[in-house]
């Protein structure tokens, strides 16, 4: 009985639902593909659409990695430490995106979810995977946690965006009077 026994139904649970919310991010981005694009939209989306499918992503395979019948806690910690500094990277790269794309300026509630939520949960991975030899029960509470918040903030993230694009974007269309697609 390995450290990661009585996990396995929190990551089902978990990584199920970060599997469906990438389908569900597929599905929003198709229904609405006919709303005209600005200029500098393509930037704004690698800063604040793309990143939900890294996140959601990454909840994901944190999910299957926890759930596979490992010998022991190390290999799993390496994986999931390798993660987060692939998370601290790739978070470093999207709060440059935010900072200089064209299409919209962020708040603060935009850098707290997109950037700030995010990358705190890649250190708790990386940190976590060093951590735990000494204190495998707190590294194993503290991977769920990191995967809940990457799984709350891309569901914030989306939501954000769908009602950006409903009651922002989609108005100015309609006001412009052009319709979707010209």
């Known amino acids: 009985m390995t450290e990661?026994?009585?996990?396995?139904?929190?990551?089902?649970?978990?990584?199920?639902?970060?599997?469906a919310l990438i389908g569900l991010q597929f599905v929003v981005m198709a229904l609405i593909a006919d709303i005209p694009r600005a200029s500098g939209s393509a930037q704004a989306g690698a800063a604040f659409a793309t990143p939900n499918i890294v996140h959601f992503g990454a909840v994901l395979m944190l999910s299957a990695v926890l759930c596979a019948p490992w010998h022991g806690i190390s290999g799993a910690a390496v994986v999931w430490g390798l993660l987060g500094l692939s998370g601290i990277g790739y978070e470093t790269i999207v709060a440059r995106r935010m900072r200089t794309?064209?299409?919209?300026?962020?708040?603060l509630e935009?850098?707290?979810?997109?950037?700030?939520?995010?990358?705190?949960?890649?250190?708790?991975l990386a940190l976590s995977a060093c951590a735990v030899l000494a204190r495998a029960r707190m590294a194993l509470f503290c991977v769920g946690a990191a995967a809940l918040l990457l799984l709350f903030a891309g569901i914030h993230n989306a939501w954000d965006a769908v009602t950006y694009h409903i009651f922002v974007v989609k108005p100015r269309t309609q006001e412009s009077g052009r319709r979707p697609g010209e």
Request: glycine share 8%; aromatic share 22%.
């Open 110 to 124: 935009d850098w707290l979810f997109h950037a700030v939520l995010p990358f705190a949960a890649y250190v708790v």
């Open 4 to 19: 990661l026994a009585g996990w396995e139904n929190f990551y089902v649970i978990v990584g199920s639902s970060a599997g």
């Open 101 to 107: 794309q064209p299409a919209y300026q962020p708040e």
